[in-house]
């Protein structure tokens, strides 16, 4: 993984010359103020836990697997947000942890976590590294130290049960090696989100995520059925059946928690079986209403396709669903339904029929390919954007069908008043009988100090997102960019029971101080 930016650096990308002419021309984009850091001249703290701390930490999980080198210590410094990048570009390397630990079970995890809160060393549980809300940034204020507890040596599959269909994993396990340790089974889990190629499942629970065929496989949360939580105060082992009575649902609880409550070390998830037939194909509607309407009957009336997604007349244009492409878009709104399974052809129809009733024109099977190839691709082309000059960033939120209209105008509106003239696109990707979110990218040029721009932007947005109705986040979370406007969804009632619920599980509140959990 790149240090200071997305993915494999072997697939970096270069801006093809439309973008670079349509950045120029159309939004004023200049080369950066400033040139980029090194890695090695990234400005870390000094390690402020004392050598004492170092070797209890040894102790517990041995010395090889406690570290503080200058590289390890960037390589998990906050996440992948575009002001994340945008900071360790800019040398800024502030939040990086003391040191790195990498526990190599339940038990491990569960010592540690005693140890730290004896010692009021924060911990900042640590999958994919590929947070986008902050949150992997720990407030270190009041405690001796910060350490990064990376997960990476728990990636196993533990266990398969085909008669029930699910699957037990270690959460340390990265999205394509459950893919392809459930391949030889024969199953899938289906979950294909945009940072498929890093994230991990206990990031992908602990952040509530949501993947590109979610209508179809259903959002992270609907997998888990089962899970183990290691706290400071012992270990909650949830889920002994798929739905129960048997009071609240704890696993809603831990779903979500972001490393606040406690360490997921454990998962019991729902599996499919893997497609035997794929079919992705493209629809144009004249408009973003018209397009709207016609994902909303499929989301009612069916049937869903597996993944569903609409652009709006901007993203269509620039073509960002197809990011192979980009620059090459067309008019109108792009409809991609991708269906997976069995009884493709007949399923695939039924879709149709309801598309065409309702004013798609079918484009065939090129659009939804070019998307399917170029799925993982945006986040390198982020790169090369930053490079640039350009700031672009993603948000996103989720709303009731009545209220998305007005949704969609709010955050646009908050993008324009905050930005000047930025790119603005949008698309809906995950949809609901109810309800569906919108995911929008922005494309601005970068300032002299594009980490506050941006910041200033992002602040209107969390505004407008409260007053008009819908919820600060559909998939990313919470972490500490939208703390506070998590806080006003939920009320001063609902932020004090979060708040007892962290005293009850974490009481010296060690565990990534400063994310989710409002202040008092
Ligand atoms: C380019 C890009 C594209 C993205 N696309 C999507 C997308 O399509 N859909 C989507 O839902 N998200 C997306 N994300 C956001 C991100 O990938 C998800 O939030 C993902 O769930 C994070 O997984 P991770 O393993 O990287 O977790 P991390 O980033 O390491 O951690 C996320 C949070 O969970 C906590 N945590 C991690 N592991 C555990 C654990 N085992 N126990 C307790 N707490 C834990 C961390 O402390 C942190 O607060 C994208 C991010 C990027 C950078």
């Known amino acids: 993984m790149s240090w200071c930016g997305w993915g494999d650096p072997a697939k970096a990308r270069e801006l093809p010359e439309q973008v670079r002419g349509l950045l120029r021309d159309l939004l004023g984009v200049r080369a950066p103020h400033a040139p980029a850091a090194t ?11 004392t050598p004492a701390h170092l070797a209890a930490l040894a102790g517990v999980v041995g010395a090889e697997h406690v570290r503080t080198g200058h590289e390890e210590r960037v390589r998990h410094t906050r996440g992948k947000s575009t ?22 079970s339940h038990e491990e995890v569960a010592e540690l976590l005693a140890l730290c809160s004896r010692e009021r060393v924060a911990v900042v549980p640590f999958g994919g590294g590929t947070s986008v809300v902050g949150g992997l940034a720990a407030a270190r204020a009041g405690f001796a130290g910060v350490v990064a507890l990376d997960l990476a040596r728990l990636d196993r599959l533990r266990s398969v049960d085909a008669e029930s269909m699910t699957a037990g994993f270690e959460p340390g396990v990265r999205a394509p090696d459950a893919e392809r340790l459930l391949a030889a089974h024969g199953l899938t889990l289906g979950h294909f989100p945009q940072s498929f190629e890093y994230a991990t499942l206990g990031g992908f629970a602990a952040a509530r995520s949501s993947g590109q065929a979610s209508a179809g496989y259903g959002r992270f949360d609907d997998m888990v059925v089962g899970l183990t939580l290691a706290t400071p105060s012992g270990t909650l082992d949830l889920g002994r059946a798929p739905k129960s009575a048997a009071g609240p649902d704890l696993r809603q609880l831990v779903l979500g928690s972001e490393g606040a409550f406690g360490v997921i070390t454990a998962l019991r998830l729902r599996v499919r079986r893997a497609p035997a037939e794929r079919a992705y194909e493209g629809w144009r509607f004249p408009s973003w209403r018209a397009g709207s309407a016609a994902v909303r009957a499929l989301a009612q009336e069916g049937p869903v396709p597996t993944v569903l997604r609409l652009s709006d007349e901007t993203e269509t244009m620039i073509g960002l669903a197809e990011p192979d492409a980009i620059g090459a878009g067309g008019s109108g709104c792009l409809l991609v339904a991708g269906h997976e399974g069995a009884s493709v052809a007949a399923r695939r129809a039924a879709a149709g029929a309801v598309l065409a009733r309702l004013g798609g024109e079918p484009l065939g099977e090129g659009p939804g390919r070019a998307w399917e190839h170029g799925r993982f691709s945006a986040p390198y082309l982020r790169d090369a954007l930053l490079a640039a000059g350009a700031t672009v960033e993603t948000l996103e939120t989720a709303g009731f069908w009545a209220n998305l209209p007005r949704l969609y105008d709010a955050v646009r509106l908050a993008l324009l008043g905050a930005l000047g003239s930025p790119l603005v696109m949008c698309h809906i990707s995950h949809v609901y009988e109810t309800g569906a979110s919108l995911y929008f990218t922005v494309v601005t040029p970068q300032n002299e100090d594009p980490v506050a721009q941006w910041e200033r932007a992002k602040a209107e947005v969390n505004a407008a997102v409260v007053a008009a109705g819908g919820t600060i986040s559909h998939h990313h979370g919470v972490g500490r960019d939208h703390r506070a ?7 001063p009632l609902g932020a004090g029971v979060l708040r007892a619920v962290k005293a009850r599980l974490d009481p010296a509140g060690i565990l990534n101080p400063g994310v989710l959990v409002p202040e008092d």
Request: charged content about 20%; glycine content about 10%.
């Open 485 to 491: 406007a998590y806080a006003a969804e939920i009320g």
């Open 83 to 104: 002001p994340d990048l945008l900071r360790l570009r800019a040398g800024d390397g502030s939040d990086a942890p003391d040191a790195v630990v990498l526990p190599g």
């Open 39 to 49: 890695l090695e001249s990234v400005r870390l703290p000094p390690v402020a836990l």
